[in-house]
């Protein structure tokens, strides 16, 4: 779980700033928009068929 304590003198916005990057680093919203739907196994096996062959293609 990401947390953030605030600091003393410390205005909302930049917390909500360090926030924002902490979330984005840990990669949580990438995770819930992934299981936001239901993926059967034959959509994850092409999903994943992509990638790699988008990861392999970047390596020429």
């Keep these: 779980m990401t947390q ?3 600091g003393e003198d410390e205005r909302i916005e930049s917390a909500l700033r360090r926030f ?3 979330v984005s680093k840990s990669g ?3 995770d ?3 299981h936001q739907y239901f993926e059967t196994p034959a959509e994850k096996r092409k ?3 992509v990638t790699a062959r988008r990861s392999r293609g970047s390596r020429r």
């Design 20 to 22: 924002k990057r902490q």
């Design 47 to 49: 999903r994943k068929a």
């Design 28 to 30: 949580i919203l990438s």
């Design 4 to 6: 953030v304590i605030l």
């Design 32 to 34: 819930v928009k992934r």
